[in-house]
């Protein structure tokens, strides 16, 4: 790496240059062709910029001599929290650019080092990349891990879902969860973690019942949906789903992301079509929403399910590492 290189975390007057060089790692990436379709992506990337930067979004930067050559962008989830970690928010690599005529290993390790650094600085536990699978041994041997689930995803806009209004005939009314819920949405969301974990109860439980309060009540009907199954007042089912918005980028414009977590039914209702009718309701509405793409890590044994959907694996696997 050049002597005279200064990394440094991005601020406001550098938005004009962030976006010229996230067009060219596009240009680089998709093509010119599928970027140039596109002439409203310049102003978008510009707005997501000036909504995030320094909020839920961290760029830094390279420069020589005044000159920006590298790009590095991290964006932060708030994930939902679990039995064993006290925060639940994760930073999360959207992409990293280097100019070619500056292409170098040790300035690339660099400015990794420097996001893991401020991540780490702002309570993220984990710094997650979605990298090519071929690319996994390399970053394996940098101490990042693969969950062992298949990413898979789903574009909306033109789904055909399906009936599977026939859960309602057994007296089940599904809707969106509201703040009143929230008791309830705890309990399920223990039972989950219980059955998952293979556990009969959770340690700590008050504490851990207060740190899902506080994520509902900062998050519930924001950037997190809960859409439940109930009979008489009483719910059965839920399927959580978190929306973050991503870069925007060619097919995805406007970059609104869902990803479904957490379906939970309580054992005794359990049946055939119930929780494909809670996932179609949930992914109606975020398509409503503009939402535009679907994602998740799933066990290879749920990928069925998904799969009568539309869904399809992703091009890219995610790696993390904890911090």
């Given amino acids: 790496m050049e002597r005279n290189v200064m990394i440094r975390k991005s601020v406001y007057q550098d938005i004009p240059q962030l976006v010229q060089l996230r067009m060219e790692f596009l240009k680089k990436d998709q093509g010119e062709e599928a970027v140039n379709k596109y002439p409203e992506l310049n102003a978008k ?54 100019k070619p005529q500056y292409k170098d290993e040790e300035l690339e390790k660099s400015l990794y080092e420097n996001s893991m650094k401020h991540a780490k600085e702002k309570g ?12 996994i041994p390399m970053y394996e041997s940098a101490g990042f891990i693969d969950s062992g689930y298949p990413p898979i995803q789903l574009l909306l806009g033109n789904n055909t879902w399906g009936d599977w209004s026939h859960a309602l005939e ?15 949405l705890i309990d399920l969301r223990v039972q989950y973690l219980c059955e998952v ?6 340690k700590n439980r008050t504490d851990f019942e207060t740190r899902v309060k ?8 924001k950037d997190l949906g809960a859409f439940v199954a109930e009979i008489n007042g009483a719910v059965i089912s839920v399927y959580f789903m978190i929306y ?30 119930l929780s494909e009718a809670l996932f179609v309701y949930a992914a109606k509405d975020a398509e409503n929403c503009g939402v535009e793409l679907l994602e998740m890590e799933v066990p290879k044994d749920s990928i069925p399910f998904y799969e009568k959907f539309g869904f399809e694996p992703m091009k890219t696997i995610p790696v993390q590492i904890s911090l």
């Fill in 45 to 98: 990337t510009e707005e997501f910029i000036n909504r995030y930067l320094n909020k839920n979004l961290d760029i830094f930067i390279a420069e020589v001599n005044g000159e920006m050559i590298a790009v590095l962008c991290v964006f932060y989830l708030e994930l939902l929290p679990r039995l064993v970690s006290k925060d639940s928010k994760c930073a999360h690599m959207s992409f990293v650019y280097i």
């Fill in 124 to 135: 993220a536990e984990v710094f997650e990349i979605n990298v090519l699978e071929k690319d």
């Fill in 170 to 184: 057994k007296g089940i009314n599904m809707r969106k969860a509201d703040s009143l819920d929230i008791p309830q």
């Fill in 197 to 202: 974990s293979d556990i009969k109860t959770v």
């Fill in 214 to 221: 506080t994520y509902f009540d900062e998050h519930l009907n």
């Fill in 244 to 273: 973050f918005d991503q870069i925007p980028e060619p097919g995805l414009i406007n970059g609104k992301i869902g990803v479904p977590i957490n379906r939970y039914t309580k054992p005794q209702y359990r049946c055939d079509g």
